[in-house]
């Protein structure tokens, strides 16, 4: 059984006091049994978060680094600065650090090295963009995007990455993907991680569902076979919200 993982992405929002409050507020309702929670803030409000929660169950994580340890990169945040806060998990991939940092599949699959060598686990976002879906190109995009991400990787490696499908299309917009056709595809996703490594290994990883998922639908996500979870923007930004979601995969 492949343990369920919500993971709030408060993408720009939240000053470090704001920060702190919600997880005062989170502490103890968003720590469920069986359930991993997760809370990846801007970088500002991470060293205050992971002293925060210290002592709960709750994993603190980074919306991004960059593949090198170091460097002339200014604005930049690094692998080993993460860790150096205690930082467990980091987003990599998201379709907006691809649509408006011109992140490429190449710079995806370094980043995920560099999680790894930093002993973080990387939830690597795939998933189409509208024009695509409507090509029926949904499933060849995921195949390209998953398969060059796990470029590289060792089977042991391979067995702990976090995936996240997030149909672009349904990112903030209000729509999602029905939990039918959500779960084909992240079906399909694990097929691909079949091919790559093995079924043993494509079984461990788990595989997120992101787009537009909220209290009231989270239940009949997770209630499909391969939906291990969700990567939750706007319903992960109100403590209330948050709770609800991590209660709700339970």
């Not at 991004?64 to 600065?81: K, P």
Request: proline share 3%; with cysteine; hydrophobic share 40%.
């Amino acid at each position: 059984m492949r343990k369920p993982i919500i993971a709030g992405n408060w993408k720009m929002f939240k000053t470090v006091s704001e920060a702190e409050a919600f997880l005062a507020e989170v502490k103890g309702k968003a720590e469920v049994e069986g359930v991993d929670s997760v809370i990846c803030a801007p970088y500002i409000a991470l060293p205050a978060l992971t002293k925060a929660a210290q002592g709960t169950k709750i994993g603190i994580g980074a919306q991004n680094l960059h593949f090198e340890d170091n460097g002339a990169y200014t604005g930049e945040i690094s692998g080993i600065m993460l860790k150096d806060l205690n930082v467990s998990y980091v987003i990599i991939g998201h379709s907006e650090r691809r649509a408006y940092f011109a992140e490429t599949d190449e710079i995806v699959n370094k980043k995920v090295h560099a999680a790894f060598k930093h002993g973080l686990t990387p939830i690597v976002c795939v998933g189409e963009k509208l024009e695509e879906r409507e090509a029926d190109q949904t499933k060849n995009v995921c195949n390209v995007q998953t398969t060059a991400a796990f470029q590289g990787l060792s089977a042991e490696q391979a067995a702990q990455v976090v995936i996240a499908y997030e149909p672009i299309w349904a990112i903030g917009t209000g729509k999602s993907s029905t939990a039918a056709d959500a779960e084909d595809v992240i079906a399909y996703i694990r097929d691909v991680v079949v091919g790559l490594y093995n079924q043993e290994t494509a079984d461990a990883v788990r595989i997120q569902y992101g787009g537009s998922v909220k209290p009231n639908n989270i239940k009949e996500y997770l209630a499909q076979p391969n939906i291990d979870g969700a990567l939750v923007g706007g319903a992960s930004l109100e403590p209330a919200s948050y709770i609800e979601l991590v209660q709700g995969a339970k």
